[in-house]
């Protein structure tokens, strides 16, 4: 009767001993992120790819056309090589004030997007450092208890 009952290590000599800290459901094994976060981060990732190569695409066309400007300028085509050369010039000042193709909403976006990852990592990392903070303050806790315990048997056999 009392063998099945008995555990064998049911009294052991330290009783405050740490036990491993029970795993979080939300977080990863191996990295610390929750599903959740590294749906967000392959999400931003491809928002941030797809927002530079529209910012290298329209740098690109840009580039093109102000090629395209240039060469106008320097080679008119024959059409406008016949024509009086005060004519010519008017058309000239008129294509060199066209303006260069803005990308500052682009550059802005991306900008937006790389500061929103910089802080999912960040809250990656300080969830990782408040679980080694949790694991130290348990350890001192348990500390404490077995000094405490100590004590009072000390005060016990006195």
């Known amino acids: 009767m009392f063998q099945t009952a008995f555990q064998v290590l049911a009294f052991q000599i330290n009783a405050f001993q740490i036990g491993q800290i029970p795993p979080n459901p939300y977080t990863d094994t191996h990295d610390g992120f929750t599903p959740e976060e590294i749906r967000r981060a392959k999400n931003l990732d491809r928002k941030i790819r797809e927002k ?4 290298l695409k329209a740098q690109r066309a840009d580039r093109e056309a ?3 400007r240039i060469k106008g300028l320097v080679d008119p ?38 500061n929103q990852r910089s802080k999912l ?12 903070i949790r694991a130290r303050l348990a350890i001192l806790e348990t500390q404490r208890l077995a000094e405490q315990d100590d004590e009072e048997s000390i005060l016990l056999l006195i």
Do not use: F, H, W
């Open 77 to 114: 085509p024959k059409i406008v090589a016949k024509q009086k050369q005060n004519k010519l010039q008017s058309i000239q000042e008129v294509k060199a004030g066209i303006p260069p193709v803005d990308t500052t909403e682009l550059e802005q976006s991306i900008a937006y997007l790389e």
């Open 121 to 132: 990592l960040r809250a990656v990392e300080l969830r990782r450092e408040q679980g080694q």
């Open 66 to 68: 102000r090629k395209a």
């Open 52 to 55: 530079e190569l529209a910012l």
